[in-house]
Every structure is written in C-alpha cells, then in structure tokens.
C-alpha cells in the first residue's frame, strides 16, 4: 500500500472580516494512481466523451483530481457519469475540482472547445477485473 | 473585491518509483471574469443523527450558472463512516472519515441541489464552505 497526502488551503483576507484560513489534510491509503494530462475531444455528452473513470475501476472508494488547463474561464469542461442524469462538475478554465468517485460509475468528460486539455488522477485500489486500459 | 485562493496539493513518496509532488493554485473569481467572488457562508457545521438525506445547498439560493466553490468534509474518525454526495440527484461519491472535497458549482437550476445522505443513524458532523457571488 502507499499514500497519497492530499491537502487543501483556503484563503482570504477580504471575504469575511476576520480572515479566511482554512487547511485540510488528508492521507489517502491506496495502492495504485496516475497523472494523466489528455485532450478532450468531445463537446456535448456523446460517444466522444473522454472516459476518465470506467466502472469498478476501483474497490471500495477512489478519488478524483481533475483540472482544466484551459486559459480561458469561459472555456468548461464538464463531468458527468454514466447512470445518472446531470452533472457532476463544470469546471473553469485554470480551475480545479478534488472529488471522491462513485466507484461504480463511469466518469466522462466533454468540454466547450474541441481538444480542451485537462490533468487528471485517479487514486484508490485498484481492481483488476476491470483495469483502466481494458483487457 | 475580495481575493479568495486556494491551493491542493498531491504527494506520494511511495505510490510509484518517482515520487509524486503536485501543487496548483487557483485564485476564485466570479464567472467570465477576474474579479473575486466575494459571497461565502464562512465556515460551517451540520451535525446529523439519522440517515435521512438533507440538502446542504439548495440551487435555488444561489444565482444559476455562476462560478461558485464549494468546500465539504466529513469530520468522522470512525474509518467506516461515510456521507454519500449527490448534486442534482447525480451521484459524485462517498465522503469517509476525514475525507473532503473541493469542486466549482455551477447552480444551474433549482433542482441542482447538493445533497447528503449520513451512513449512520449516530451522530455525524460534515463541516462546509461556499464561496458564491450573487
């Protein structure tokens, strides 16, 4: 097993009167992940969606970074998975989400502009009746 | 204007042979725009006793297909507890002991309710933050 140590700072001197100085961590037992940086092809939730999660990819739980590298704000990519109707995340250009995942879902992507670039990890246990790269 | 950042970081001496050592920080500013959001609930708590799913943040209270963030933990030392978060009735995951999130919410609709639904009927406190504009 390994661990992964994922921590979160938020700050701010003016959005509250008194300062905003949140910091959490957490270690993240798990024994297998990537860092994966990819161009997303897909525009609307069709068979074009970038798969970054497939179902069951993990056991028990699994957790996902994704950020866009997009310059633009305006330009969003959008997650969403397989069963369920809505999204799980429109994200800015520059902006970043850190989420757990529904291990046993599928997690797409599809963005605003065509070859959209993203980062992405997935961290968690790994499943070898379902590996990411297929059998 | 406020200016509200925030920083993750990923590391990992162990999970593969080069050791993994990420940082990204984003400066949190309203939607097609560089100025800050400068709306937050401050930092929060709900503490529950039962399983029964509760809204956490309503879609309708918030302007519709904004740049807000949101910041929830669950604060459990119990490894076995965990809250399940949904958005929009679509599942994102479970949140165990100590386990928190950070992710942009676009409140595109009123039903794009975020949700939580306890594990455990005993006492449960999830901590929380939202930083919006109106």
């Known amino acids: 097993m390994a661990t992964v140590r994922a921590s979160l700072s938020l700050n701010s001197a003016d959005v509250l009167t008194s300062p905003l100085t949140l910091s959490v961590v957490s270690n993240l037992t798990c024994d297998s992940g990537s860092l994966i940086r990819a161009k997303v092809k897909g525009t609307t939730e069709d068979a074009n969606d970038l798969a970054i999660y497939i179902v069951n990819q993990c056991t028990d739980r699994a957790y996902l970074y994704i950020k866009n590298l997009e310059t633009e704000l305006e330009n969003y990519i959008y997650i969403h998975n397989d069963t369920d109707t809505g999204l799980v995340a429109k994200i800015g250009g520059g902006e970043f989400a850190f989420i757990p995942v529904a291990v046993d879902k599928k997690y797409e992507v599809y963005a605003t502009r065509v070859d959209s670039m993203i980062e992405y990890s997935v961290f968690g246990n790994d499943n070898s009746a379902a590996p990411y790269g297929g059998t | ?134």
């Open chain 2, 1 to 134: 204007m406020a200016t509200t950042t925030a920083t993750l970081t990923l590391s990992s001496s162990d999970l593969t042979g080069d050791a993994l050592s990420l940082s990204t920080t984003a400066t949190l500013t309203k939607a097609g725009s560089a100025t800050g959001l400068d709306q937050t609930s401050g930092v929060g708590r709900k503490t529950t006793t039962a399983t029964t799913q509760y809204t956490l943040f309503d879609g309708s209270d918030y302007t519709a297909d904004k740049a807000h963030k949101v910041y929830i933990k669950n604060t459990s030392t119990v490894l076995t507890e965990y809250v399940t978060v949904e958005m929009n009735s679509e599942a994102i995951g479970r949140l165990y002991a100590g386990d928190w999130m950070f992710f942009p919410w676009g409140a595109n609709a009123a039903t794009n309710d975020i949700k939580l639904a306890p594990s455990v009927a005993t006492t449960l406190t999830v901590e929380y933050l939202i930083v919006s504009e109106v």
